[in-house]
């Protein structure tokens, strides 16, 4: 046979591969967690939002429903009674808890703070870690030697205290930006050693003022008073607190015998008016600032995602800073420097990009973790307070329905089981996208 009749040999066409989709267990993962996110998160608005009797949906209660199996579980003689004796036959689709709020609400509530939770503190982890590891590694030399002996020392620091050290500071800090704790009992102890003064007490210490506050009820009760009356705008406002509080605010000024006279004496008298008028201006600036019920769970909501955050981004930072130390070696890079490009457009330009792939990779994996640490901290009671729910607040009143006389199985099987199923769908879709971004995993 001639060499014109050889058929040409072909290589076989190369088989396409989408590295997004190399893991199986990576795409189930996805869509069960997008699925739990999209029902927790985009539930929100519904679940915090006012019922009809006026409290959050999360939060409110029906005395008659109270401890209510889920409506498609085995029901004894009494429970079916009483699902028979509801109004609207309602469905629990995972059942009530010892307040009668249906558990199904609360979970969805449970999980959008939690995951929320999640997502932020691990957004402040990959941002603290990236940026501390970049400078760490692109410096390199001493100061790459220090910062890195400071995170090394943080790796020895139990890492709950740390939480918890910050949570109680940001506690303490809303509490002096609020009601300004700390300048109010600077002025009743200013007070009360003007009071000593006055009685010709010389030398007074902190122990003497506050023993006479401990003796005198009169005398604190009269100091209390003065700080009411800043918390007041308007004369109306005043002479209501006269009427309920009485003349015991007069034992420091020692003007007047009565409340109706004493409030006669502030409005006429111009010489009591020139006496009380430095106090009342302390008082104004002691008034404290109004702050709901609603602003104060925020507000530690956002201290303990701040103080989860701020403690997990020390394996960002060495993994992020290794990068860094072999990236700043490459060719590309010493181009960059070679040629005077700027520090930070080195970083954003050359560096960064090439810095996604394991950013991507730890920051998922970062997630759960930060999930888990807000369940366990709020199942200890640190974290979010009730009646806010959390998985981890939910399993923890879960637990108590653990005893030997009735199982209340649905308030802990419930919370624990969708925080299961997430975090394994957070690790499963970290181990995907490393399958997609290591080239070392990638097909053949």
């Known amino acids: ?15 396409r591969d989408n590295p997004l989709t190399r893991s199986l267990a990576g795409v189930i ?15 929100l608005p519904y679940t915090l939002g006012e019922s009809a009797s006026g409290a959050p949906r999360y939060n409110d209660q029906n005395l008659e429903a109270i401890l209510l199996p889920p409506t498609w579980a085995p029901h004894d003689e009494a429970e079916q009674a009483r699902y028979d004796t509801l109004e ?19 979970c969805l509530a449970g999980g959008g703070i939690s995951i929320g939770i999640g997502l932020a503190a691990a957004f402040i982890a990959v941002g603290i870690g990236t940026l501390y590891g970049a400078i760490a590694g692109y410096v390199g030399g001493r100061i790459d030697s220090a910062m890195m002996r400071i995170v090394d020392i943080l790796y020895g620091l139990p890492y709950i205290l740390l939480v918890v050290l910050l949570a ?4 303490a800090l809303i509490d002096e930006w609020a009601f300004k704790k700390a300048a109010r009992a600077d002025f009743i102890q200013q007070q009360a050693f003007q009071e000593l003064e006055r009685r010709g007490v010389t030398d007074a210490n902190k122990d ?46 020692d003007r007047a015998e009565d409340a109706a006279s004493g409030a006669l004496l502030l409005q006429q008298d111009n010489a009591l008016s020139s006496e009380l008028r430095p106090v009342f201006r302390q008082l104004r600036a002691l008034t404290p600032r109004p702050l709901s019920d609603g602003q104060r769970k925020t507000l530690e909501v956002i201290i303990l995602l701040v103080a989860i955050g701020g403690v997990s981004w020390l394996t960002m930072a060495r993994v992020i800073r290794g990068q860094v130390l072999s990236l700043k070696e490459r060719p590309f890079m010493e181009a960059a420097r070679a040629m005077g490009t700027p520090v930070h457009t ?18 998922t994996l970062t997630v759960p973790q930060a999930i888990l640490q807000e369940s366990f901290l709020s199942f200890l009671g640190i974290g979010v307070a009730a009646p806010l729910p959390s998985w981890g607040n939910l399993a923890a009143e879960g637990l108590s329905e653990l005893n030997t006389v009735k199982v209340r199985w649905w308030l802990i099987v419930t919370p624990c ?22 080239p070392k995993r990638a097909r053949k």
């Open 208 to 253: 003497d003022a506050r023993q006479l506050l401990d003796t005198e009820p009169d005398l604190k009760a009269a100091i209390d008073g003065q700080l009411a009356v800043g918390s007041f705008a308007g004369q109306d406002g005043y002479d209501r607190w006269l009427t309920e509080r009485g003349p015991a605010w007069l034992v420091l000024t």
């Open 88 to 106: 609207g036959s309602p469905f629990y689709l995972f059942g009530t808890d010892m307040l009668g709020r249906g558990v199904f609400t609360r």
């Open 1 to 15: 046979m001639s060499q014109a009749t050889v058929p040409a040999m072909r290589a076989p066409a190369p088989e």
């Open 417 to 438: 089981a969708l925080l299961g199923i997430t975090l394994l769908a957070l690790n499963f879709v970290g181990e995907g996208l490393r399958e997609a971004f290591d």
């Open 29 to 43: 993962g996805l869509i069960t967690l997008s699925t739990l996110v999209l029902l927790c998160l985009g539930s």
């Open 168 to 171: 109680v500071a940001g506690d």
């Open 346 to 363: 080195q970083f954003t330009r050359h560096l960064l990009p090439n810095l996604m792939g394991p950013i991507v990779v730890y920051a």
